[in-house]
């Protein structure tokens, strides 16, 4: 069974740091795209993250968080990561990970058809 399951969400003070993980299962996520979206209340969802799948694993950052986020594999563990740095109030947002459906990426929200539950990720003042 295909599934992705994140995990490390919480709640920090604006500057501090999460790492969120993204654990697959039933398939080598190293061979896929891989993204972090996130979404918060009363905003559309909104693409993080992205990495390339094979050996070309070029990422890609939203403007909002480039410099201060970094994506990266763990393919041993089949797992993905997000760490996050200088948290800010405006980057509180349940976060989910999904897989696309090939290794090249895409901007378009449909070409990601495997989802992980989300984990909430809350940014004081």
Avoid at 21 to 26: H, P
Avoid at 36 to 47: M, N, V, Y
Wanted: net charge positive.
């Amino acid at each position: 069974q295909v599934r992705l399951e994140e995990s490390g969400g919480g709640s920090v003070q604006a500057g501090g740091s999460l790492r969120l993980s993204c654990s697959a299962s039933g398939f080598p996520q190293s061979r896929y795209c891989m993204a972090w979206f996130r979404q918060a209340p009363g905003k559309e969802r909104e693409r993080v993250a992205r990495i390339r799948g094979g050996d070309n694993m070029i990422p890609l950052y939203a403007d909002s968080v480039k410099g201060r986020f970094t994506i990266s594999r763990d393919n041993a563990k089949n797992t993905l990561y997000l760490k996050m740095n200088s948290l800010r109030p405006e980057d509180t947002a349940i976060y989910s990970c999904a897989a696309g459906r090939s290794h090249l990426c895409s901007d378009v929200l449909r070409s990601y058809d495997t989802w992980g539950q989300g984990t909430q990720v809350t940014v004081s003042s």
